[in-house]
């Protein structure tokens, strides 16, 4: 495969950004691989600068649920920024959005619009102190909630790979006040809470981890979550970022029943543009500016395109049967995948349209489960699926997604190159 150009834009690009990314995951160095340069992408094709073709299951880490570059959204598009791109003022496409998310996910009876998931994640945390007067924040190993400071701590996607729990650059102290701890152990949570619970201000949680590669929530560890957060008055924070508008057109917290007192949203809510939210319950949303004293702000929130963008993503996503169908395929996809892998030494861990192949022979039901996977050998398999023309996600810390462009032949062709995986590759 000609990979050349891609690999002059690469020597180009290092000269100006950093690593030649601008989000390190980009770079393909968890998987030795020179990063490609994409020249397009339509429904599940992506097209790199070589020519090269690529059935993608990265979408953009889950943006693109309709597949890529969806007609009806970019004739949205089109006629928004025919209006102009920004105003920094109101405009009526940010109530609309807001009215679309309010409708699906009815715990946000408060909606507040910005450009990233990160972005969201700090404000709710910061709202949750603020409403609460308390400190602590807890989390849990492997999940990853944007690069804020604070969250930076035993995180999973792109600092998984990261020597120590956190970042260089970030003063113990910024940490001081975040605790990590194991997922799915609702016994470490019990003794945590019984320890500090007065002084808990939130528990944040991915309610299905999906930056550790996809892992399941093991049966009451939500409802418990939310029962232990509610008797100490902490706040329950469901970062639906990936898994909202995916697991369902409610996310996880309608799959689940569960009521999150805040919750964050972003990368399919902004249909490919930077737009994400957050949002929960009228008397904590109540507290930010301009209504009361949390602060928190920005320049293109609520953007008029990136509403546009939403809007039209979440109309095709709410017609009758979208999930149903896509759920059904995804269903005979993982029946078949699971067959696949039977002999070989891969785990599936997969829920809705999301899944993780994990290179291990055990079951995975924690980041330190995760870690234990053989990474060389997922990189080997990275590769082998792209000298094939197909995009997987690269980072064994991460999930891969169908979306409702994935064709039964190139599922199919997915699962006979999995079968055909050659361990000498
Ligand atoms: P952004 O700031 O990247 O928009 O969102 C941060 C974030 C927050 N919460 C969850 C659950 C997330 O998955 C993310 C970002 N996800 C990663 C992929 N796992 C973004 C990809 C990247 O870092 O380039």
Known sequence: MNRNNSLKAYAEAVRYIPGGVNSPVRALRSVNASPLFIQKARGTTLKDVDGNRFTDFCLSWGVFILGHSHPAVNKAIRKAVSNGSSYGIPSVPETKLARWVNRYFPSMEKVRFVSSGTEAVMSAIRLARGYTKRNLIVKFDGCYHGHADHLLVS??????????????????????????????????????????????????????????????????????????????????????????????????????????????????????????????????????????????????????VAMSAGIETLKILSQPGYYENLEKKAAAFFTELSEAIADKGIRLNHTGSLFTLFFTTEEVHSFADAKRTDQERFGRFFNYMLANHFYVSPSQFEANFLSGAHSEKELKRFVKLVKNFPETF
């Open 155 to 304: 995180a999973g996607s792109g600092v998984a790979g990261l020597s120590g729990s956190s970042s260089a650059g970030v003063p113990d102290a910024f940490t001081a006040y975040t605790i990590s701890l194991p997922f799915n152990d609702i016994d470490a949570v019990e003794q945590l809470f019984r320890e500090k619970g007065g002084d808990i201000a939130a528990v944040i949680v991915e309610p299905v981890p999906a930056n550790m590669g996809v892992v399941l929530p093991k049966p009451g560890f939500l409802e418990q979550l939310r029962k232990i957060t509610t008797q100490y008055q902490s706040l329950l924070i469901f970062d639906e970022v990936i898994t909202g508008f995916r697991l369902s057109i409610g996310g996880a917290q309608k799959q689940f029943n569960i009521t999150p007192d805040l919750t964050t949203l972003g990368k399919i809510i902004g249909g490919g543009f930077p737009a994400a939210a957050f949002g929960g319950k009228s008397e904590i949303m109540a507290l930010l500016a301009p209504d009361g004293p949390v602060y928190q702000a920005g320049t293109l929130s609520g953007n008029p």
